[in-house]
């Protein structure tokens, strides 16, 4: 069964501070990952996309960076955080690309301050 | 450009009671539509999706069909429990690997 985990759980950042998030998939060979951010109760915003190693798409900047160092692993970072960063950040897998299943991890709730 | 729109932000029912959720979209490509519910605190998880038009899809007791003439794709349950309180969102996705959500919909049910 496949798993995906994200970490961490939950951080309050200062303002200016950097970032790391982190998600990992377990039990799926080269699955196609996402991240994405969601604003309290708000909608979910597609932050960036990859399909292989390596390879990452933006969709959206918001001064966020992204990258997949193995096949099982994405990260989400910045080097300065705004307070407009605040929201929940979720990974995300699918077999086949956008037009099939996302199945979602558990998030990250993130506050800056 | 690629995009959904879901009319009510919060639908307020009595346990029981039927309810449809409006989704509309655009989009050039040929249509991948979803929809996924988010409870309180959870991670949103595929309600239904499809991509072939007038067709029913059915999962949990909810219902969706793809209306591809009026860029449609209602979500719908005929007696609401309160466990269906959550948020539900309608998405759209392309073959450039781009996934469009809607704003969503809150749905609460009471007693």
């Known amino acids: 069964a496949q798993t995906i985990h994200q970490w961490p759980v939950a951080e309050i950042k200062a303002v200016g501070s950097p970032l790391s998030l982190g998600c990992t998939i377990k039990?799926?060979?080269?699955?196609?990952l996402y991240w994405y951010w969601q604003a309290t109760g708000g909608t979910l915003q597609q932050l960036f996309y990859s399909i292989t190693v390596g390879q990452v798409e933006s969709v959206v900047q918001l001064n966020l960076s992204a990258s997949r160092p193995k096949d099982d692993q994405f990260i989400l970072s910045t080097e300065k955080l705004l307070l407009s960063h605040s929201g929940f950040y979720l990974c995300?897998?699918?077999?086949?690309?956008?037009?099939?299943?996302?199945?979602f991890g558990p998030g990250t709730r993130l506050l800056v301050l | 450009g690629d995009s959904v729109t879901q009319t009510e932000g919060l639908v307020t029912l009595t346990k029981g009671l039927p309810v449809m959720l409006n989704c509309t979209y655009q989009t050039t490509y040929s249509p991948f539509l979803f929809w996924y519910v988010q409870h309180l605190n959870e991670a949103p998880k595929l309600l239904l999706k499809s991509s072939t038009d007038n067709k029913r899809t059915e999962h949990q007791g909810f219902y969706a069909t793809l209306h591809k003439s009026s860029s449609s794709f209602h979500l719908q349950k005929s007696s609401v429990q309160l466990s269906d309180s959550a948020l539900y969102f309608c998405?759209?996705?392309?073959?450039?690997?781009?996934?469009?959500f809607g704003d969503g919909t809150q749905l609460v049910v009471k007693p």
């Open positions: 039990g799926k060979s080269s699955p196609n």
């Open positions: 995300a897998w699918s077999l086949r690309g956008a037009q099939d299943t996302q199945y």
């Open positions: 998405a759209l996705s392309d073959p450039n690997n781009r996934i469009f």
